[in-house]
């Protein structure tokens, strides 16, 4: 199918599917080789937490930046360009051979992580009129960023002895082209705003009632997946006395419990309200976080986690399958907003997290999942009861 054609929704999923597998690579890579690669470049624990904050800042600013250029000129520029930083970010580090080097590729790394995220989620979105099935196929999507996201450390774990750290990372670049290579080919929806958004019409969308409060609503679900993420394994080591192994299972199990959640999903939204599912798995996320810390044994413990993989999952593609309805013509610049605001809520939350735990214990790290996922609920409730606009 060529540029003049008529577009195809399948094809242009399958290139959104792709791209968020690249955007699920560039979320899990760091975490996958720092072990090796902080060995080979020998930095300490305070450089690599730099790392991650200039990987997410530069993300932060390319996704609030972002939203009002693919309302003006389409989605194939972004799926085009995309690509090809994150391709040239892995093999920067797959060769980094300074420190300075490697910040250098993280910082490509995420502005081409930012794009693909904010692109990929946009497309989606815009397929879809309808708000069940545009929630249902946004939950698909995010079933890619998972495989993507378990890509790196599984082949790291599995073929790290066969391949060595640089073959891996150069797969994972040919791999995160496939998007950018299916876009020459396909013909994609106009843009939505061609005239261009202007600044004082971003700040207008801004401040529109649904859109702040479903923008905090992702700060504290952003936060908790961030939280969950990265110190479900610590609590599980610590309180639980779970091995490093057993602990590394569960986290897969609960990566997978997102994933086939998400397939569910797909399916079961095109019946059930976006609203009902939000307010659902905000309570049950909040009651597997209690469960975990309550628990007296490693078997509790990991019944909780695969409860908080299933509980989790639903909230993030269903919030923005929801404001996507409202408001199709500015898809881009809304969803901007939405994903720049949860991107601080998953840099502070665990900053927040992590100090708790550093002087109460783990447990009490985990309990701002709880208080968020109430949040989320009230959040919701509140989001249900604003009077609708005309939708635009």
């Known amino acids: 199918m060529m540029n003049g054609s008529r577009p195809r929704p399948t094809w242009l999923s399958a290139a959104s599917y792709a791209g968020m597998f690249g955007f699920g690579i560039v979320m899990a890579l760091l975490g996958a080789i720092l072990p ?28 609030l930046a972002l939203g009002p250029l693919l309302d003006r000129f389409g989605i194939r520029p972004a799926l085009l360009i995309a690509p090809l930083f994150v391709a040239a970010a892995l093999m920067l580090v797959a060769n980094a051979n300074s420190f300075a080097a490697l910040v250098a590729a993280v910082v490509l790394l995420g502005a081409g992580g930012g794009a693909l995220n904010q692109a990929t989620n946009t497309l989606i979105a815009d397929l879809h009129e309808d708000s069940r099935r545009k929630s249902a196929a946004l939950n698909m999507l995010g079933v890619f960023f998972g495989f993507g996201a378990l890509f790196v450390p599984f082949t790291i774990g599995s073929l790290l002895a066969q391949m060595g750290l640089t073959a891996i990372l150069y797969l994972a670049a040919a791999l995160s082209l496939v998007p950018a290579a299916m876009s020459v080919a396909l013909a994609f929806p106009p843009p939505r705003r061609s005239a261009g958004v202007p600044f004082s019409e971003v700040l207008a969308l801004a401040r529109r009632p649904l859109v702040v409060v479903f923008a905090i609503l992702l700060f504290f679900e952003s936060g908790n997946e961030f939280v969950l993420g990265g110190y479900v394994t610590t609590y599980l080591t610590r309180s639980l006395g779970a091995s490093v192994n057993a602990a590394s299972y569960l986290l897969a199990a609960y990566w997978a419990a997102i994933m086939l959640e998400r ?43 695969v409860l908080l993989g299933f509980s989790i999952a639903a909230i993030f593609p269903t919030v923005l399958g929801l404001a996507g309805t409202e408001y199709a013509s500015h898809s881009g610049t809304v969803f901007g907003i939405l994903i720049g ?25 985990l309990s701002i999942v709880i208080g968020s996922a109430l949040c989320i609920f009230a959040l919701q409730i509140v989001a249900g009861r604003l009077p609708r606009e005309k939708r635009i």
């Open 341 to 365: 605001v949860a991107l601080t809520g998953g840099m502070s939350l665990p900053w927040a997290a992590g100090r708790i735990a550093q002087s109460r214990g783990p447990g009490a790290g």
């Open 36 to 63: 090796l690669i902080s060995a080979r470049l020998r930095f300490d624990l305070a450089e690599a937490g730099n790392l991650f904050l200039a990987m997410n800042a530069t993300m932060l600013v390319v996704t």
């Open 263 to 305: 397939v569910i999903l797909s399916r079961v939204l095109l019946r059930v309200r976006g609203e009902t599912l939000i307010l659902a798995s905000a309570l049950g996320v909040a009651a597997a976080v209690a469960i975990l810390i309550a628990a007296p044994t490693l078997v509790g413990g990991a019944i909780a986690v």
